[in-house]
Structure formats: structure tokens, C-alpha cells
């Protein structure tokens, strides 16, 4: 069993930067691909990135990509999501996930985390 905590999320301006952060706890990290995941007010859960334990392997949702980034530090179990140039079309509650290997952008994996809000105003 993997346990999951975000932090980072909160208010900021169109254009401007967050940082989340997932720590994980329990099961082997090292060795699960992990991702993040948002959900807005009205609308179905979507991807949003997604990096292989051994970070070589990267996914990106189109609509983040060049602006997101995805790391992991496996020694410190934790994994980040770097959010640059925000709009407002991309606030939502962000959670981070972990699970077996990643296979591209329709990964589904079964551990979550309990979300963090992001809001992103114009």
C-alpha cells in the first residue's frame, strides 16, 4: 500500500508560478511510475503528467505541455510538479498518483493522493 500527500497548491495570477509536491510513503517508490491528475469544478478527472520511476520516461497532456514539469527525487520519495505561464483554465484540485509502469496518458492508477486546490486567477 503507498500512502500520498500533495502540497503546494494555492492562489495565483495568470502568468504566474506553483510548485506541488507529492510525498510518499509506504511501498517501494523507486520502483512506481507516478503522475498527476486535476479535476475543475463540473468536468471528468484528467491527466495532466506522468514519469516513470527512472524518470527517463516523461508524458505530458497537450494542453501543459512546454509550461508543466514533472520530477521525481526517488531517494527522498517525493515528486513535483512545476507549473509556469498559469491560466485560469487551469485551476482545479490537483492529485498526485502512483502505480505500476506508465504507459502513456491514459495511465489509471490506483493510489491517490487527497488533492490540492490550485486556483488560478485572471
Known amino acids: 500500500q503507498v500512502q500520498l500527500v500533495e502540497s503546494g497548491g494555492g492562489l495565483v495570477q495568470a502568468g504566474g508560478s506553483l510548485r506541488l509536491s507529492c510525498e510518499a510513503s509506504?511501498?517501494?517508490?523507486?520502483?512506481?511510475?507516478m503522475g498527476w491528475f486535476r479535476q475543475a469544478p463540473g468536468k471528468e478527472r484528467e491527466f495532466v503528467a506522468g514519469?516513470?520511476?527512472?524518470?527517463?520516461?516523461?508524458y505530458y497532456a497537450d494542453s501543459v505541455k512546454g509550461r508543466f514539469t514533472i520530477s521525481r527525487d526517488n531517494a527522498k520519495n517525493t515528486a513535483s510538479l512545476q507549473m509556469n505561464s498559469l491560466k485560469p483554465e487551469d485551476t482545479a484540485v490537483y492529485y498526485c498518483a502512483v502505480d505500476r509502469m506508465i504507459y502513456g496518458t491514459s495511465w489509471s492508477p490506483n493510489y491517490w493522493g487527497q488533492g490540492a486546490q490550485v486556483t488560478v486567477s485572471s
Open positions: 509506504g511501498r517501494t517508490f523507486g520502483r512506481l511510475s
Open positions: 514519469i516513470g520511476w527512472s524518470a527517463s520516461t516523461q
